[in-house]
């Protein structure tokens, strides 16, 4: 995974869902910023700090409320805000 090659691409900044690993470009996913010590969802992406991307789909945004993934990724805080807010734009 670390060495693919993507000389083609490279003009194009990829990112990575933090769930399922898929690759793709931005507007592809939500992005996760850490804010006053809370993960909100960057609407626009503009938000300065380390993003977390996750793919537009129910199946990885579900699975951001994994025990593990809160464990590992989300150092231990609370998901479910966040579940909710993503589910939400996803119904609109
Ligand atoms: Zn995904």
Redesign the pocket.
Known sequence: MMVEVTINKKYIPQRT?L??K?KGNKQEYFRLVLNNNEYIVDTYQKMDGRGMY??K?IR?VENLGNKKVITKLFHGKDTEKIIKELKGILNE
């Open positions: 869902c769930i399922c898929k996750i793919c789909n990885c």
